[in-house]
T-cell receptor, first 115, second 116 residues
């Protein structure tokens, strides 16, 4: 019974490259959330997706960041033309379709380092 | 205003003693949920305990309990019988119904160190 799976665990990109972060939710979960944790800070909400729909992207930077959750396959957080300030841990969480969660399980995170 | 405030950047506790990690929150919503997570040095976020705003009893999960004082808007985490493996960052978080979905607001965390 696998939990939320994120890959890669660590990702190094040079400035200007693209970063793709993947999140496979818990089986049966159709809601996915992405959070970013800057060094020495708490997590900050970025985006909430359901299958093929972006529900809330109020926490997403306006440029270079995009997210998708296709009908088949994992959710992808894409960062174009990365800059040093994008270095952070990116966490994904998932939840079932009904109700509000009383437990929110996170993946192990992807640590992005921009050099 | 900060939605979640954790005023203790770092705490020390003797092994086998109890420790309380403070968390206050700010919301005008009547329906909300409060969460505590542990983040060890390996980096993953481990869910510990949840308290709903309408729950009359304080939540407990093993050695973890949540001291929920609604009028004071506080949701302190109590860890009993501390173990060396409890050394980690601890984050308090809140979900509000009015913001929809399940996005959580996190505090800045408290680093707990358990001393042998």
């Amino acid at each position: 019974n696998a939990g939320v799976m994120q890959n890669p665990r660590h990702l190094v990109r040079r400035r200007g490259q693209e970063a793709r972060l993947r999140c496979s939710p818990v089986k049966g979960h159709s809601h996915v959330y992405w959070y970013r944790q800057l060094p020495e800070e708490g997590l900050k909400f970025m985006v909430y997706l359901q299958k093929e729909n972006i529900i809330d992207e109020s926490g997403m930077p306006k440029e270079r960041f995009s997210a998708e959750f296709p009908k088949e396959g994992p959710s992808i957080l894409r960062i174009q033309q990365v800059v040093r300030g994008d270095s952070a841990a990116y966490f994904c969480a998932s939840s079932p379709p009904q109700g509000l969660v009383t437990e929110a399980f996170f993946g192990q995170g992807t640590r992005l380092t921009v050099v | 205003a900060q939605k979640i405030t954790q005023t203790q950047p770092g705490m020390f506790v003797q092994e086998k003693e109890a420790v309380t990690l403070d968390c206050t929150y700010d919301t005008s919503d009547q329906s909300y949920g409060l969460f505590w997570y542990k983040q060890p040095s390996s980096g993953e976020m481990i869910f510990l305990i949840y308290q709903g705003s309408y729950d009359e009893q304080n939540a407990t999960e093993g050695r973890y309990s949540l001291n929920f004082q609604k009028a004071r808007k506080s949701a302190n985490l109590v860890i009993s019988a501390s173990q060396l493996g409890d050394s980690a960052m601890y984050f308090c978080a809140m979900r509000e119904r009015q913001t929809g979905a399940n996005n959580l607001f996190f505090g800045t965390g408290t680093r707990l160190t358990v001393i042998p």
